[in-house]
């Protein structure tokens, strides 16, 4: 039997949930959580140890962490590493993606993980490691755990393995030369595609040329003493009763708040509504997360010309980036309205 | 978001611990936050001092709001 070594965060490690986020690395030898889940789903390969640190502790440690996981996995032997699933969980598919790496930079073993599309792992990191296509969220552990064990068993038995759109993972970027059956030559192809473009039917190209989105620099502020700045937030901070009732995860709804008459934002007047990192200090304090306190005091200082009369608010945790477009075009128009001269936009 | 906003040619900075997630996503203008619970905090500091520590990450954020860049920049 191969053997495998799992990478999981603090909440699927049974640890805790936001308030442990900042829990250090440890290393077990008796299978924790979900690796129990993904070793079931193993025939050629044994996952023997699991290791979990917290979302915030890897990316924020991340130097400290790679180097007490890589100083582990040194003394350890083993032929594969997964990561995850990750589902739609930033942090986790962030940190997943840093752990991948950095085993797949310093071992000669395939690296498997599991994230959904929007997770802002896969643009970091599709291209170094094999992420595996995964639901939103974890009802779908099963499945991702399923897709990550066939994909891992079929690397154990040596078999061909086929192009990742097939074989259900991101693409990386790397090109192996392939013999289709029934083998047509390129010019045939090629005409057959041309063909296809001027009828305006639709064609599979065999090279993607992936398109950057690449958002033009806005032009800096002229007169920032003269400027109205707004502020904008994902961190979710609310007034305590949430009359939007924005929600705390899969955001669709934004709010707007009234704060021309506060110099900064009264604790327990305002509140974090944000499910998805541990409240204590943003309701202790919430111009920690929104900094009303330092911008009108910019004001006071005649740095800034003025803070705009309402701030704007959301929760990104879970939230499709189709929503947060759709909310941020609306702000959008808000802030045209209410002349706002530049943005600062808070995220957690 | 800080997309949209941009897009829309409103100059937008965007404060956040995880630069990295940011900048792969694509706004122009980027400070380093704190902590990912409190990226203009410092609850290990005294309150004056907290202030103080907030205010230098504001100040750099208008900073990048008058900056002229000519590409993508993570201010740290």
Known sequence: MLKAIHYIN???GQIGGED???YRPSFHTELV???NILNSLLSEI???????CGDNYVNEHTEEALS???GWLEKEEFDFFFAGPAFMAGRYGSGCGLICKAVANHFNVPVITSMNEENPGVELFKKDIYIF????KATFMKQDAEKMALFADKIARKEVLAPAVEEGYFGRGIRHQYFPKPSIPAHDRLFSMLMKKLKGESFQTELPIPEPDIVPIASAVKDITKARIALVTSGGIVPKENPDRIQSASATIWGEYNVSQLDRLPAGDFVTIHAGYDSEAANADPNRVLPLDALKYLVKEEKIGSVNDYYFATVGTGTTQKEASRMALEIVEKLKEQAVDAVVLVTT | MAKEIEKAGIPVVVITNLTDIAASIGPNRIVQGSSIPHPLGNPSLEKDQEFEFRLAIVKKAILALTDDIQKQTVFE
């Open chain 1, 133 to 136: 296509k995964g639901g939103r």
């Open chain 1, 68 to 70: 007490e996981i890589i």
């Open chain 1, 33 to 35: 959580g979900c690796s």
């Open chain 1, 46 to 52: 044994e996952i023997t140890h699991t290791i979990i």
């Open chain 1, 10 to 12: 603090q909440f699927f």
């Open chain 1, 20 to 22: 442990k986020a900042d």
